[in-house]
């Protein structure tokens, strides 16, 4: 089964910019699209983006043009990237499997960034 | 914009109970719905797709219906692992992929 884990700095300033890997082990990151959600705390889920193995990509327009999403398939990492973050960007950040038409079958355990000065 | 509305928001209920929780859709959107369990500190697990597709690796006391843009998630017979949050998610491109915004699940 596809394992997936997500790493991030845990902890970022106001206007700056979040960066987060999700590895991949277990499984081939060819042929899939993978994608970034995330959950405030004591909010819902929600969709940021996906990436296709071969590095095209479509965000939720509610973020605008502040995600950037990128896969390394030699290293087995998908990244996003959130620019000019505020308070309402802390959340449980998750990468998954799917999207591009697909459900989400596979999940990282999530890391939490705090947006916080 | 696509908005799926679940109700209800929480639900109480016992072990042994029937369950049913509800997702309406503001446009129809085919069978490109799916239904996640999320419980605190763990990651969601996708268990049904396709409306009515049980995942593998789901218990068969889980099922999903429709009718038109209203969809169900029935669990038949509560079991104590089964108190989670639940979000539908309509998980085609276009519109956006959107989630319910959950339904909380308690134990009576």
């Known amino acids: 089964q596809t394992h997936l884990q997500e790493s991030g700095p845990g902890l970022i300033k106001p206007s700056e910019t979040l960066s987060l890997t999700c590895t991949v082990s277990?499984?081939?990151?060819?042929?899939?699209?993978w994608s970034w959600i995330r959950q405030p705390p004591g909010k819902g889920l929600e969709f940021i983006g996906y990436v296709y193995f071969s590095g095209s990509t479509y965000h939720n327009p509610s973020l605008r043009s502040r995600v950037t999403m990128s896969v390394d398939t030699s290293k087995m990492q998908i990244s996003l990237r959130l620019s000019s973050v505020t308070a309402a960007d802390t959340a449980v950040y998750y990468c998954?499997?799917?999207?591009?038409?697909?459900?989400?079958?596979?999940w990282g355990p999530g890391s939490l960034v705090t947006v916080s000065a | 914009a696509l908005q799926l509305t679940q109700f209800p928001s929480s639900l109480s209920a016992s072990v042994g109970d029937r369950v049913t929780i509800t997702c309406r859709a503001s446009q129809g959107i085919r069978d490109s719905l799916a239904w996640y369990q999320h419980k605190p500190g763990k990651s969601p697990i996708l268990l049904i797709y396709?409306?009515?597709n049980l995942e593998p690796g789901t218990p068969s006391r889980f099922s999903g219906s429709a009718s038109e843009t209203e969809f169900s998630l029935t669990i038949s017979s509560l079991q104590p692992e089964d108190f989670a949050t639940y979000y539908c998610?309509?998980?085609?491109?276009?519109?956006?992929?959107?989630f319910g915004q959950g339904t909380r699940l308690d134990i009576k």
């Open positions: 277990g499984g081939s990151i060819t042929s899939y699209y």
């Open positions: 998610q309509y998980f085609n491109s276009y519109p956006p992929i959107t």
């Open positions: 396709g409306v009515s």
């Open positions: 998954a499997r799917g999207g591009g038409g697909l459900p989400m079958r596979d």
